[in-house]
């Protein structure tokens, strides 16, 4: 059973950067598609990147293009979210979530993800 842990969220100020990890065990995560997604208060849980199994392909909502970065360690079996310039709009709790192996589908999807982190808070104050 695939157990992932997100972490590295925190308070900082706009302008400010956090890095998140998501850490994986149980299984291998270069064969799955891992994603970051957010949920604000009172607010819809929402897509921000998805990075896919295999020679990776990243992508990106609009809202955190060119701010954000999601990359993978597979010795690590960590997938990692880089968020810079963060925004009071940023403000949420951030989660990782997993695909089965090889997926292939609609990656901006949340019902697609089968594995879920438990969330990491970030908290961005102007």
């Known amino acids: 059973q695939v157990q992932l842990v997100a972490s590295g969220g925190g308070l900082v100020q706009a302008g400010g950067s956090l890095r998140l990890s998501c850490a994986s065990s149980?299984?291998?995560?270069?064969?799955?598609?891992t994603a970051w997604f957010r949920q604000a208060p009172g607010t819809e849980r929402e897509f921000v990147a998805y990075?896919?199994?295999?020679?990776?392909?990243?992508r990106y909502a609009d809202a955190v293009k060119d701010r954000f970065a999601i990359s993978r360690d597979n010795a690590q079996n960590t997938v990692y979210l880089q968020t810079n310039d963060l925004k009071a709009e940023d403000t949420a709790v951030y989660y990782c979530a997993a695909t089965q192996p090889y997926y292939r589908g609609n990656s901006r999807d949340p019902d697609q993800y089968r594995f879920w982190g438990q969330g990491t808070r970030v908290t961005v104050s102007t």
């Open positions: 990075i896919s199994w295999g020679t990776p392909n990243t």
């Open positions: 149980g299984g291998t995560s270069s064969t799955r598609t």
